[in-house]
């Protein structure tokens, strides 16, 4: 009976070598992606036991963590409230992260590989692992100037401002209305939460959306700044006193009997004007019939150009702008619309604010970033974020051709409300139509320069307790633009 | 002048200086779970240890007294485990006492088992003087292990815990008679087997190279698989009936050297878990908690978070009393190999796995070593249950097969677990000193006297 004995040994050798290579696959091999799961509470509990980083605007926190009495040890608190949640997010217990907490996560809870030395030193001298800190682009007075611009328009204001430096891409303002309280979110009392996030999710009005990033919607006449630089890299317009087609109302022959007709129904001031007029007056006929003669497929490169149909934002979502689906061909008329910012064209304000920039900048397209530095627990620097370009727009001399067409829109044109004496300012004014029961949306794009400091803002109100007929993007958004760029400025 | 008989060293020192440091495992362990989780070690430790001590040192005098010859290692392993286990469970306690006050610790309850543990052990050892007078009792053994399985299914005194029944409550107290039916099963195996080894070994066909048994032969193996399937249907305990079955296959290979057996075996086994699996619901719930457990998070959340602990632990482990095994729910029982995963890692789980395959070698040496065949089937059968359970549960937790209950032996909080598995230690070490013990001197000097010369006056 030794034999069998002998092989029940070695069939039992057989299993337990199966147990140890399997242990062996779970808690070595598989450990990192079953450390990454999704609902994996030890992980989260671990990192709510953590000295978590800050998130820093200009020194101060935006995002800390303080003691905890309760069994987490540390809280989570942003000091500024709602005002810079869209660029935070939230650290939550029950509901994850967003935003920078979400993307710089591994620097902030100190996992990050440029922190090994720190953990290693931390692990021997027995202490708990301590979070990087993370400082962002933002210049806090033009934030909180956007911001209160904003809200000065009365409750219930849904809109959006934000404003980067062109020559560098950097963000100066990101500002989203109405916003939420992530301190609400990172709260330990989880019954809350729960009763908090319900809440927010449920709202028609989105709070937790970045209107900056996330939300595409009709440019309107602000697009028309992309269709002139069409026009003047295809070389359909040489120069900004060169007459082009204008009147009350684009018609498009071949029996099609929509007509395209101007903002309040008004004419443009003759049937022929100059190019710099027509953007002083936002003529929908000029640039209905500029775009036509662009063509839709150099008028999508051009847009494509300036950087819709991409994410070139590293660290928060973004939505892609659009001019229209690439495979779609559009009928003249819906050419003409797309030219004027309506028909499919869809954009986020930063998104705008990157084409005021690429003007104010030569052409060029900077990639816009929030985070500038990222330093270890003992403040050393790991990464400083360099500026990109991201694409070149137009030549410089369109850009500057675009600029006098800009700064003459603030002098004479519908955008005199951003007017700052001494600066060289310009800007666009858009009014978007969308659907026919709910106001028409109210934009501005601008940028100004004061010697080497530069500024390019945009601005959107989605809605407000305005009256429609008062609603116009030179009233409404173009003094909130100019409060930005006077705070960034320091004037 | 005496015949020059190899004596097997009684190892006695080895097994005493084993058993301090398996002792100071557990007391270490006891220690550090107070440091992680309350930060100071407990106020109890010296007391507590200090009982431990005289427990142990009293356990290891009786085998000094009952069984000079048995092997020395087996003792201070079961002894290592014992206490990790003790630990961890109170490490547990600790766990929910921090959220629920009103928590009722186990660990005491574990203690007290352990001590009657070691009573049966040395029960065993001192009533049991030679293991082969069990083999007289085979057929009494047999019939308790059935009247033992049948007591849960009856009404009144079987209880229903956790979707299984395999308990039976008298008063406060809960016994699962499963543990004890394992040790009467692979004694009536063992004897039974050992009579009928030769006409089940010598009459069959060959088909394909393989000796099939006769058909009538089949008759006991076929009873066996009928015995665990219908502990699988109507006590819903799949662990059981997998250890039952895989006792009785491995035993007759044994006995009769035949591996057509374990064909047959292994085509009934498989049969029987593909029909169950078509059959019962609870089955396929647990192969696809196997398969794919992150398929439906709420139901296999159990495994999920098992698994988590384990990763949590990573390679060293996050340290006894710094770790999460409250989520893992039965972290104490079911799940303990990966809650000490998680504390101890998984260099801490390699050793546990060490220590068990150790007491496998051990048990499977003793077998080897037997004069007779009833203690050498017996001895495989204990052996072979330590490392069935081992292997289902490990196994289990650690997604290696399909989850099925079955305690871990001497770490699981659990009475009837911890009291058998010690009693089959007990068992073990009576064969091994029966083995061990040289054959009584047939005293050689006798013959070498001169031949009596007897007076017929």
């Given at each position: 009976?030794?034999?069998?004995i ?5 069939a039992?050798?057989?299993?337990f ?7 062996n696959?779970v808690?070595f091999v598989?450990?990192d ?6 609902g994996?509470?030890?992980?989260i509990n671990e ?7 800050s998130?820093?605007v200009?020194g101060?926190?935006?995002?800390e963590?303080?003691k ?5 040890k540390y ?7 709602g005002l810079?949640a869209?660029?935070t997010g ?7 992260r967003?935003?920078l907490?979400?993307?710089e996560n591994r620097?902030l809870?100190g ?6 030395v720190n953990r290693?030193v931390d692990?021997l001298s ?7 800190s ?6 806090p007075?033009?934030?909180?100037t956007?911001?209160?611009?904003l ?5 219930g204001?849904?809109g959006?401002v934000?404003?980067?430096?062109p020559k560098?891409?950097a ?12 301190n609400s979110?990172?709260?330990?009392d989880?019954a809350k939460?729960?009763k908090t996030w319900?809440?927010?999710?449920t709202?028609d009005?989105?709070?937790?959306l ?13 697009f ?5 630089a ?6 359909v317009?040489d120069d900004?006193?060169?007459?082009v087609k ?5 018609s ?6 929509y007509?395209l007709?101007?903002?309040?129904g008004?004419?443009?001031g ?9 953007l ?8 209905g019939?500029?775009a036509?003669?662009v063509g ?18 590293s ?29 499919e064209?869809?954009a986020?304000?930063l998104q705008?604010?990157?084409v ?6 030569d052409?060029?397209?900077m990639?816009?970033y929030?985070v500038?530095?990222v ?5 050393r620097?790991l990464?400083?974020t360099?500026?990109?370009r ?13 600029r ?8 004479v044109?519908t ?14 004014t858009?009014?978007?139509?969308s659907?026919?029961?709910?106001p028409?949306?109210a934009?501005f794009v601008?940028?100004?320069?004061d010697?080497?400091?530069e500024?390019?803002?945009a601005?959107?109100?989605?809605s ?17 633009a100019k409060s ?5 400025l320091?004037k | 002048?005496t015949?020059?008989?190899w004596?097997?060293?009684k190892r006695?020192?080895?097994e005493?200086?084993l ?6 495992i557990g007391i ?7 440091l ?6 407990p ?10 001590i005289?427990?142990a040192?009293a356990?290891?005098l ?5 069984a000079?010859?048995a ?11 014992n206490g990790?286990?003790?630990a961890?469970?109170?490490?547990i ?6 959220v629920?006050p009103?928590?009722?610790?186990l660990a005491n309850?574990q203690?007290m088992?352990t ?5 049966a052990?040395a029960l065993?050892?001192?009533v049991?003087?030679d293991?082969?007078?069990l083999q007289?009792?085979?057929?009494t ?6 009247v033992?399985?049948?007591l849960?299914?009856?009404?009144g005194i ?17 016994f699962q008679?499963?543990e004890a039916?394992k040790?009467?099963?692979?004694i009536?195996?063992?004897g039974?087997l050992?009579?009928k080894?030769?006409?089940?070994a ?15 032969d089949?008759g ?6 009928l015995l665990s399937?219908g502990?699988?249907?109507f ?6 009936s997998?250890?039952?079955?895989g006792?009785f ?18 085509v009934l086994?498989?049969a ?6 078509l059959?019962?619901g609870h089955?396929?719930?647990r192969?696809?908690?196997w398969l794919?457990?992150?398929?439906d ?6 495994v999920?978070n098992?698994?988590f ?16 095994p ?8 079911d ?19 060490l220590?068990?395959?150790?007491i496998v070698?051990r048990g499977l040496r003793?077998a ?5 065949a ?5 001895a495989a059968?204990?052996?072979l249950?330590?490392?069935?359970q081992?292997f289902?549960?490990?196994g289990g937790?650690t ?15 659990g ?7 010690w ?5 073990l070490?009576r064969?091994s000193?029966?083995t061990r013990r ?5 005293s ?9 010369v007897?007076k017929?006056?």
């Amino acid at each position: 009976m030794n034999k069998p004995i002998r092989n029940l040994g070695i069939a039992c050798l057989v299993m337990f070598l199966a147990l140890l290579v399997n242990i062996n696959y779970v808690q070595f091999v598989e450990a990192d992606s079953l450390n990454a799961k999704n609902g994996n509470k030890r992980v989260i509990n671990e990192e709510f036991s953590r000295d978590r980083g800050s998130i820093l605007v200009d020194g101060k926190p935006i995002a800390e963590s303080v003691k905890s009495k309760d069994e987490y040890k540390y809280q989570r608190k942003y000091p500024e409230g709602g005002l810079y949640a869209p660029i935070t997010g939230y650290f939550s217990y029950v509901f994850g992260r967003s935003g920078l907490e979400n993307s710089e996560n591994r620097v902030l809870s100190g996992s990050d590989d440029r922190l090994f030395v720190n953990r290693v030193v931390d692990l021997l001298s027995n202490k708990q692992p301590k979070g990087g800190s993370v400082e962002v682009t933002i210049d806090p007075l033009a934030q909180k100037t956007a911001a209160d611009g904003l809200e000065a328009l009365g409750k219930g204001t849904k809109g959006a401002v934000a404003a980067i430096n062109p020559k560098t891409g950097a963000i100066l303002a990101m500002v989203s209305q109405p916003s939420y309280n992530p301190n609400s979110l990172a709260s330990h009392d989880f019954a809350k939460v729960q009763k908090t996030w319900q809440r927010l999710t449920t709202d028609d009005d989105q709070p937790m959306l970045n209107r900056t990033t996330q939300q595409t919607l009709p440019p309107g006449s602000t697009f028309k700044l992309v269709t002139a630089a069409a026009a003047l890299e295809n070389g359909v317009v040489d120069d900004i006193d060169d007459k082009v087609k204008a009147g009350a109302r684009l018609s498009f022959g071949g029996g099609i009997t929509y007509t395209l007709p101007n903002e309040n129904g008004g004419n443009c001031g003759g049937d022929r004007i100059t190019f710099e007029q027509a953007l002083n007056v936002s003529c929908n006929v000029a640039f209905g019939a500029l775009a036509l003669k662009v063509g839709q497929k150099d008028l999508a490169a051009q847009a494509a150009k300036f950087g819709f149909g991409t994410d070139p934002l590293s660290g928060l979502p973004m939505n892609p702008s659009r001019f229209t689906s690439a495979d779609t061909t559009l009928e003249q008329p819906q050419l003409a619309q797309s030219g004027i910012g309506q028909y499919e064209v869809a954009a986020t304000p930063l998104q705008m604010a990157m084409v005021a920039g690429a003007i104010a900048n030569d052409g060029n397209v900077m990639k816009p970033y929030i985070v500038d530095t990222v330093r270890a627990p003992n403040l050393r620097v790991l990464d400083k974020t360099q500026p990109q370009r991201h694409s070149e727009a137009v030549s410089p001399t369109t850009a500057r051709k675009l600029r006098e067409m800009m700064v003459s829109t603030v002098k004479v044109g519908t955008a005199t409300s951003a007017q700052i004496p001494g600066i060289e300012v310009g800007a666009k004014t858009g009014t978007a139509q969308s659907t026919a029961d709910r106001p028409p949306y109210a934009w501005f794009v601008s940028y100004a320069k004061d010697g080497d400091d530069e500024v390019a803002v945009a601005v959107l109100v989605e809605s407000s307790n305005t009256a429609r007929s008062e609603i116009a993007g030179g009233r409404l958004a173009g003094p909130i633009a100019k409060s930005v760029m006077e705070a960034v400025l320091g004037k | 002048m005496t015949t020059p008989v190899w004596v097997p060293r009684k190892r006695r020192g080895a097994e005493f200086f084993l058993t301090v440091l398996a002792v100071f495992i557990g007391i270490a362990a006891y220690a550090s779970v107070g440091l992680g989780v309350e930060g100071t070690i407990p106020a109890d430790t010296y007391k507590l240890g200090g009982a431990l001590i005289v427990v142990a040192i009293a356990t290891h005098l009786v085998v000094r007294r009952v069984a000079p010859y048995a092997d020395p290692v087996l003792l201070p392993l079961v002894i290592a485990l014992n206490g990790l286990g003790l630990a961890m469970i109170y490490r547990i306690d600790l766990g929910y006492q921090q959220v629920n006050p009103d928590w009722k610790a186990l660990a005491n309850g574990q203690l007290m088992w352990t001590g009657f543990g070691i009573v049966a052990f040395a029960l065993v050892l001192i009533v049991v003087r030679d293991h082969r007078r069990l083999q007289t009792l085979t057929y009494t053994f047999g019939f308790a292990a059935i009247v033992l399985l049948i007591l849960p299914l009856l009404p009144g005194i079987g209880r229903n815990i956790r979707g299984a029944r395999i308990w039976i409550g008298l008063g406060p107290f809960s016994f699962q008679p499963g543990e004890a039916a394992k040790i009467c099963l692979a004694i009536f195996f063992a004897g039974y087997l050992v009579v009928k080894r030769d006409a089940l070994a010598l009459a069959g066909r060959r088909v394909a190279g393989i000796d099939l048994p006769r058909g009538r032969d089949l008759g006991p193996i076929l009873a066996g698989w009928l015995l665990s399937m219908g502990i699988l249907i109507f006590q819903r305990d799949l662990g059981s009936s997998l250890l039952f079955f895989g006792l009785f296959v491995v035993l007759l290979y044994i006995a009769t050297e035949r591996p057509g057996w374990l064909v047959v075996g292994g085509v009934l086994f498989a049969a029987g878990a593909y029909l169950s699996y078509l059959a019962f619901g609870h089955v396929q719930v647990r192969v696809n908690a196997w398969l794919d457990p992150f398929s439906d998070p709420d139901r296999n959340y159990q495994v999920i978070n098992g698994l988590f602990g384990l990763a949590h632990g990573g390679i060293l482990g996050q340290g006894l009393g710094q770790g999460s095994p409250n989520l893992t729910p039965f972290g104490f029982s079911d799940f303990i190999a990966a809650s000490l995963g998680e504390e101890l890692g998984l260099t801490g789980l390699m050793a546990v796995l060490l220590i068990y395959g150790l007491i496998v070698e051990r048990g499977l040496r003793i077998a080897l070593t037997c004069r007779d065949a009833f203690g050498k089937l017996l001895a495989a059968g204990l052996a072979l249950s330590i490392a069935i359970q081992v292997f289902v549960v490990v196994g289990g937790v650690t997604r290696l097969i399909p989850l099925t209950g079955l305690t871990t032996p001497f770490l699981a909080q659990g009475g009837s677990s911890i009291v058998m598995n010690w009693a089959i230690i007990g068992l073990l070490l009576r064969i091994s000193d029966q083995t061990r013990r040289p054959a009584p001197e047939i005293s050689a000097f006798e013959s070498d006297e001169p031949t009596q010369v007897v007076k017929l006056s």
